[in-house]
């Protein structure tokens, strides 16, 4: 019984996901295709892991109800506890805990969805995807190192010039706080007031430090009402760590400053083991650099960090950040597995290339429509085009229920399909085909007004001999 009007259902998005069209899944594919490649040619290795995870995999064994509300969790067909990733690091310790016979160091990339319980917002959906790069079972900072090179790899394979790599350690300020005389505990609160340096400005984070401050929008934001004397050490290191300020080295000065604090002495003896793989490996000094203020991961990383910037679009925040953790596997294991990694948001990192031009828009895979002007000789339009396809060719056949011309450029143009071969009555006595160069015509339709001058233009339209076709439209996509 057909249904009536009144119950059709709305096609609607559930809240905090979308969809790609396909120019803007094409755009992703490509990129995606160049990350692999790049990190490839340093020999990480794919791995997928299940989108699905059991609720003590991602939470900890002692995970209540209210915790596995926070994830897209749920019980399963055998009454278990489970829940959608959020994440590839969890997955990524949960899969080397249950290897023991895995080849150690193990370097894998893995991409794919995630998915967070996130109020949605502008840019901000529950179901977005990652791809994440890491060595796992070595504390040797050759690892590090290696994370950064991909960085900075990655990005120049995808045609970004213009970036920055910055790096520390989080037991630099771990060391701080001991320095400035601050409680341990409240160190993490410290730690999150400095990482609004960068956006907030020197003044708001001393304010922040000290009795609070009124943001732009008039609301109070509470001070940790940290002591003169602690506030004024505090100012003394944000002093030395603003690069734009000095023309030494950045350790140097942290070094002098932090003189006799063995927590943050090791942090700088790690960074300089870091920066001599990355000079032996010439890597740029430009792309790269050492910013002691990079917070990142409070209770996740326990070592370097990094974060990277595109130079040309600083507002959009980090595109490819990470560090070392060497804590999570043990969730799995009685023993430390260390590891060091760095991860990209796909959505983010795709806006600004788009933004940089750096990718193009496409709506269509095809190179060539052959058009149909004669339903009769169908066959010998699917021959051509399965000589087309047969030599590399991405071609389709026009399959809609018109045989107007016209109607078929017209479709051809709107996917944006660069040529389109023409086979009337007259060509196939003749032993040609006419190939249109849409692409060249679309171009020279921006160009000039005039239709006819148009249609004169060269390489627009040309008649050729039919066993010539795949020579010309090789020589022509090349």
Not at 202 to 230: C, F, M, N, W
Not at 286 to 306: A, E, Q
Request: charged fraction near 30%; include cysteine.
């Amino acid at each position: 019984m057909a249904k009536k009007k009144s119950d059709k259902v709305k096609p609607q998005l559930v809240k905090g996901f979308r969809d790609y069209a396909p120019a803007e899944q094409l755009a992703r594919e490509q990129m995606l295709t160049r990350v692999k490649e790049a990190v490839e040619l340093m020999g990480f290795l794919p791995l997928q892991t299940a989108s699905l995870e059991l609720a003590e995999s991602l939470l900890g064994p002692h995970y209540t109800e209210d915790s596995l509300a926070e994830l897209f969790g749920f019980r399963g067909p055998e009454e278990v506890d489970m829940a959608l990733r959020y994440e590839f690091t969890l997955s990524l310790a949960r899969y080397v805990a249950s290897q023991p016979t895995l080849p150690l160091p193990f370097r894998r990339y893995q991409y794919g969805n995630v998915w967070r319980v996130d109020k949605p917002g502008p840019g901000r959906y529950r179901e977005f995807m990652q791809f994440d790069i890491d060595i796992v079972g070595t504390n040797n900072l050759l690892a590090d190192a290696e994370i950064i090179a991909a960085m900075v790899s990655t990005l120049e394979h995808l045609g970004i010039e213009r970036f920055e790599v910055r790096y520390s350690n989080r037991r630099i300020l771990n060391g701080l706080i001991e320095f400035a005389g601050i409680d341990e505990k409240t160190g993490p609160d410290v730690f999150r007031v400095i990482d609004k340096l960068e956006k907030q400005g020197h003044d708001a984070v001393v304010a922040e430090l000290g009795p609070g401050r009124t943001d732009q929008s008039g609301d109070k934001i509470r001070g940790l009402q940290l002591s003169e004397e602690q506030i004024a050490q505090m100012e003394r290191f944000l002093k030395i760590a603003d690069n734009s300020q000095h023309n030494d080295d950045p350790l140097d000065r942290a070094g002098a400053l932090l003189d006799g604090i063995e927590e943050s002495q090791q942090g700088i003896g790690q960074l300089r083991e870091i920066q001599g793989y990355l000079k032996a490996m010439d890597i740029s000094l430009d792309k790269t650099s050492v910013d002691l203020t990079i917070v990142r991961g409070l209770g996740y990383y326990t070592g370097p960090v990094f974060e990277t910037t595109l130079t040309d679009l600083p507002d959009f925040g980090s595109i490819f950040s990470g560090g070392r953790y060497d804590n999570l596997v043990e969730r799995f294991l009685n023993q430390s597995v260390p590891a060091v990694g760095s991860s990209i948001g796909i959505d983010r990192l795709l806006a600004a290339l788009l933004e940089l031009k750096a990718l193009n828009l496409r709506d269509c895979t095809s190179q060539v429509i052959v058009t149909v002007m004669d339903k009769e000789r169908i066959a010998d339009y699917l021959a051509i085009l399965h000589e087309l396809r047969s030599a590399g060719i991405a071609s389709e056949v026009f399959s809609g229920n018109t045989k107007n011309l016209t109607k078929q450029i017209k479709y051809a143009d709107k996917v944006g399909i660069p040529f389109a071969v023409i086979v009337g009555s007259d060509e196939f006595e003749a032993g040609q085909v006419t190939v249109k160069n849409l692409a060249a015509g679309r171009e020279k339709a921006q160009q000039v007004d005039d239709r006819e001058e148009w249609l004169k233009a060269e390489e627009i339209q040309e008649t050729i001999p039919r066993e010539q076709l795949v020579d010309y439209l090789q020589n022509r996509l090349r």
